[in-house]
T-cell receptor, first 111, second 116 residues
């Protein structure tokens, strides 16, 4: 399974755009890049997934360059409620697979 | 149900005791996973069920840990002779068909196990 590397923590003010970059140098052809969000006392929550280029949903955008060795999760105009741990994962598709989590990025949003 | 339900939400037990943790997945989800999360760490895989059978139990740390899913729905994680090092949050997740890459996994809120 491809290993991922992301910053341990980030700080932001409310209303700013936050970009969290994840590196996955050994990503395989059939791997998707998936991000999960985890609030205290809750399980992780799937927020976005992509294979290449750009994916956008109501929560976030995911930017993936052509070589797919990294990806950037973009959270527009964060609020206090976006304070959470964000996990970047590489997940093989087409087969049942377990998720391998790293330690994630702890995002702290303040006023 | 609407989400993955885990009971109890908190469990305190004495060292050496036996505990059972229950997971009720989303109706119709054939794949079910157990994870364990220690403070400040990401979830760590324990076991995966596809239907009633354990398709991958490579994450179970030792033979004190066992899980069942007899009817392909509810699952129970069983821990014998608990040790203080077993203290963690135990998370359950389910997915429609096990292909988490396309649909993601839905996690429960976990059971916080404390062994004293």
């Amino acid at each position: 399974l491809a290993k991922t590397t992301q910053p341990i923590s980030m700080d932001s003010y409310e209303g700013q755009e936050v970009n969290i970059t994840c590196s996955h140098n050994n990503i395989a052809t059939n791997d998707y890049i998936t991000w999960y969000q985890q609030f205290p006392s809750q399980g992780p929550r799937f927020i976005i997934q992509g294979y290449k280029t750009k994916v956008t949903n109501e929560v976030a955008s995911l930017f993936i360059p052509a070589d797919r060795k990294s990806s950037t999760l973009s959270l527009p105009r964060v609020s206090l409620s976006d304070t959470a741990v964000y996990y970047c994962l590489v997940v093989p598709t087409g087969t049942a697979s377990k998720l391998t989590f790293g330690t994630g990025t702890r995002l702290q949003v303040t006023l | 149900g609407a989400g993955v339900s885990q009971t109890p939400s908190n469990k305190v037990t004495e060292k050496g005791k036996y505990v059972e943790l229950r997971c009720d997945p989303i109706s119709g989800h054939t794949a079910l996973y157990w994870y364990r999360q220690s403070l400040g760490q990401g979830p760590e895989f324990l076991i995966y069920f596809q239907g009633t059978g354990a398709a991958d139990d490579s994450g179970l740390p030792n033979d004190r840990f066992f899980a069942v899913r007899p009817e392909g729905s509810v699952s129970t994680l069983k821990i014998q002779r608990t040790e203080r090092g077993d203290s963690a949050v135990y998370l359950c997740a389910s997915s429609l068909n096990g292909d988490g890459g396309n649909y993601g996994y839905t996690f429960g809120s976990g059971t916080r196990l404390t062994v004293v």
